[in-house]
């Protein structure tokens, strides 16, 4: 049997927008709304850069990282081409404008994926 984990009611997330669930363990998920009311979940980390996808702009049934605005799409987390690459996808579920998520993909979905940290770049001195 499918535990389902309630998350928030649709009113919470802005349409064209998104709401971010953390979780212990690995990075949040992305809950979308679009202009349809229609609920999709994504990692929240582009395929490409690691870009936070709830950032993004929803628009129909993708999302534009805002890091270097590749598509990806809602339903199926794949960017769109000419780009390639794909962000995990999540079990969404509304009930009685109640937004769930399925309990055993947010404890160990894509929890080993990490989002990409800039920093200092070290280089060896020139005259080693």
């Given amino acids: 049997m499918t535990t ?3 998350i928030c009611n649709i009113e919470d997330i802005p349409v064209l927008g998104s709401r971010r669930v953390a979780r212990d363990t ?3 998920v ?3 709304r679009n202009d349809t009311d229609d609920i999709f979940a994504l ?3 582009c395929p490409h850069k690691g870009g ?6 929803v628009f129909g049934t993708s999302v534009a990282c805002p ?3 590749w598509n990806i799409n809602l339903r ?3 960017a769109q081409a000419p780009d390639a690459g794909c962000t995990p996808r999540f079990e969404v579920k509304l009930d ?14 894509a929890t080993d994926l990490t989002r990409p940290v800039a920093g200092p770049v070290s280089r060896k001195p020139s005259h080693v």
């Fill in 96 to 109: 009685a404008g109640v937004v769930y998520l399925k309990a055993d993909e947010l404890l160990g979905l």
């Fill in 30 to 32: 992305a809950v979308f």
């Fill in 4 to 6: 389902w984990t309630p």
């Fill in 67 to 69: 890091l270097h605005n």
């Fill in 52 to 57: 936070p996808l709830s950032q993004g702009i």
């Fill in 43 to 45: 990692l929240d980390r």
């Fill in 26 to 28: 690995g990075l949040d």
């Fill in 76 to 78: 199926d987390g794949q």
